[in-house]
């Protein structure tokens, strides 16, 4: 075999191989002993029939494509291997160029673009300032009061928030339609449950009060049937119950926490408020500054890699709706959503997460970030903490192939790289606090590696789709002839 490597436009790589008699005879073989049994010729018991056979009723050439196929895989890692700075980032595609005096086939598909870093030592962030006020310490306290609140029946008219067990009978032009009968629901005011205008007029009805009520469907309800419609709710209110928190006195605080006192349950709750405070405001620090490097990069991103990583976003909303009850095609049934329009919303995201993948990957080649086996350990451990599990168990899952070992060393390499830009960069104090809207990479390349283990929802690495098509077009296990 021989070959020749052409760069096109910069990000798109073209291979011309050029096959030797032996080589072909091999794999145009093996293409015919691989699909012969597929064929019912007269005259021969199925998938006996011998190659010129087939080829006589089914057309020369039948066995082409298949051939190419074959022999591709072991040649493009040859020259793969032979050519280390060629990076694939999309599955190739084939086209038959010639197959006499010799077979020529062309290999194609998108590389690794190349990189210019902007300026990432010598900036200057600002760190948000943290300052837990006294209105969120109330309504951390408010949460709590929540969660132990009762709901006691009353006797006097309905109000704002309160919660109303009625029967109704919904009709539109006189008929009643599905889903418009209902006895005994519970409804809270206010809660927007129902259509607009709906809960409004129940506010003022009293105990075994009846109403009708008229309302129009919205002309976006799911339901089209019903859509833009006048429809009349036949009510009866059969009770009202309000909600009643217990009162923040330094009981509620006995019964509540470790305290004795609400003046020292105050007191731990700002603690805690200020210790997540600083967290976040540590996260924003490494989210300004990747931020302001990840402008200055300048790169050329083929599309294929910005497809991955829709595929990506999209597997991992997938994922997120099973975990729901509710599967990918329901949930765009249910939004009047196409798949199209699923990929034209993540488009700008996916987009951005390969920009930072590639800025990032930029960086730690440039400076030379490594981690060793022990600080893999050490993260292992982390993420082996955050699921309740040992050490042992989580390298057992790595062995299982249910943690990617490349990801979390990935991560690892970037958490060093955030240090790096802390030291590298002047970190100023903010006088008012931050309201996080310039985190427009929070959370890309921050890995939530803790999280990965098969079956979670894993963040790990967002740029996944630089990696995934990579390890793809290597494999070239899908390729796509063109004959």
Known sequence: MKYTVENVKGSKCKIEFSLDKKEWDEAYDAAYIKNRSKYNIQGFRKGHAPRGIIEKHLGKGLFVEDAINIVFPKFYKIVLDENQDIVPV???TLDLVSLQPQVIFVAQFDTKPEVTLGKYVGLIVERPKVNITVDEVDAELLKVQDKLARKVAVNRE????????????????????????????????????????????????SLGATKDV???????????????????????????????????????????????????????????????????????IDNKLLNAVVEQTVVDIPQS???????????????????????????????????????????????????VRLTVESILKKEDIKCDEREVDLKLKTIADDNKMTLEEIKKVVDEGKLDLEQVQYSVRVDKLQKFLRDKNTIVEQNIASDAKNSVVKSTVKSQTSKAVKGQTSTTAQAKGVQSKSSTAKSAKSSKTKK
């Open 158 to 205: 309905i109000k704002q928030d309160d919660f109303v067990i009625f029967d109704f009978t919904g009709s539109v032009d006189g008929v009643k339609f599905d889903g418009g009968t209902a006895k005994d629901f519970e409804l809270k005011i206010g809660s927007g449950q129902f259509i607009p205008g709906f809960e409004e007029q129940l506010k003022g009805l």
């Open 214 to 284: 008229k309302v129009t469907f919205p002309k976006d309800y799911h339901a089209t049937d019903l859509a833009g419609k006048d429809a009349v709710f036949e009510c009866k209110i059969s009770e009202i119950k309000e909600e009643q928190r217990p009162t923040l006195d330094d009981e509620f605080a006995k019964d509540v926490s470790v305290f004795d006192t609400m003046v020292e349950y105050r007191a731990d709750i700002e603690r805690k408020l200020n210790e997540e405070a600083v967290k976040k405001s540590e996260i924003e």
């Open 305 to 355: 890699m910005v497809e991955s990583q829709i595929d990506y976003l999209i597997d991992g909303f997938d994922h997120m709706l099973q975990g729901r009850g509710l599967s990918l095609n329901q949930y765009m049934s249910m939004t009047n959503t196409s798949m199209t329009d699923l990929r034209a919303h993540h488009q700008k995201e996916a987009l951005l997460a390969v920009r």
């Open 90 to 92: 999309s599955t190739p």
